[in-house]
């Protein structure tokens, strides 16, 4: 199975700040999907085949990465941006998703 | 517009049996894998199930988690999926997310499913 595992688990951030959002798998994937969840909401594709952004999402977003290191960029934190941020690997099963990455405003 | 609507969760005793269904709407079903996904409370996403298109001999696929116990579904005349849950335990409490296509690009609101006694 490989463990996605990412980083930082909760981080706060302020109006207009970068952000990088990580995640290392435990065995090479050939790309990664991210996710993003509000608080009570189900999640949505946000990133796909590890840097293509999802129908609607700002191009303030962009993802990056190769073999098992990944990340999810935001260029310049905005309010909106506040949620829960998931990767997910579809390389090989079982299919498996990180942690989670908490992401607030400060 | 894409609709997933997800319906029949509730709450069962431990080795119970449920079955929760999803109806999809605004896209080519019969093209489409479609997956179940859960979320236990507070905590984050588990991939569950998945079933492949009939070109590809609605091929299954199971998280060991639930594997012998849960049985994906499709009726593409219905565009429809369903998750048989039989044994059901504690521990299979969580939101289950009906989600379609190979990037999990579509998404329903959840069911919830409580197993306790």
């Known amino acids: 199975e490989i463990v996605l595992t990412q980083s930082p688990t909760t981080m706060a951030a302020s109006p207009g700040e970068k952000v990088t959002l990580n995640c290392l798998a435990s065995?090479?994937?050939?790309?990664m999907n991210w996710y993003q969840q509000k608080s009570g909401a189900s999640p949505k594709l946000w990133i796909y085949?590890?840097?293509n952004l999802a129908s609607g999402v700002p191009n303030r977003f962009s993802g990056s990465g190769s073999g098992t290191s990944y990340s999810l960029t935001i260029s310049s934190m905005e309010a909106e941006d506040v949620a829960t941020y998931y990767c997910l690997q579809l390389s090989s099963y079982p299919l498996t998703f990180g942690s989670g990455t908490k992401l607030e405003i400060k | 517009a894409v609709q997933l609507v997800e319906s029949g969760g509730g709450l069962v005793q431990p080795k119970e049996s449920l079955k929760i269904s999803c109806a999809a709407s605004g896209f080519t079903f019969s093209n489409a894998a479609m997956y179940w996904v859960r979320q236990a409370p507070g905590k984050g996403l588990e991939w569950v199930a998945r079933?492949?298109?009939?070109?590809?001999?609605?091929?299954?696929y199971y998280a060991d988690s639930v594997k012998g116990r849960f049985t994906i579904s499709r009726d593409d005349s219905k565009s429809m999926v369903y998750l048989q849950m039989d044994n059901l335990k504690t521990e299979d409490t969580a939101m289950y997310y009906c989600?379609?296509?190979?990037?999990?690009?579509?998404w329903g609101q959840g069911v919830m499913v409580t197993v306790s006694s």
């Open positions: 085949g590890t840097s």
């Open positions: 079933i492949r298109t009939k070109p590809n001999n609605y091929a299954t």
């Open positions: 989600t379609a296509r190979s990037y999990f690009d579509y």
């Open positions: 065995s090479s994937v050939s790309y």
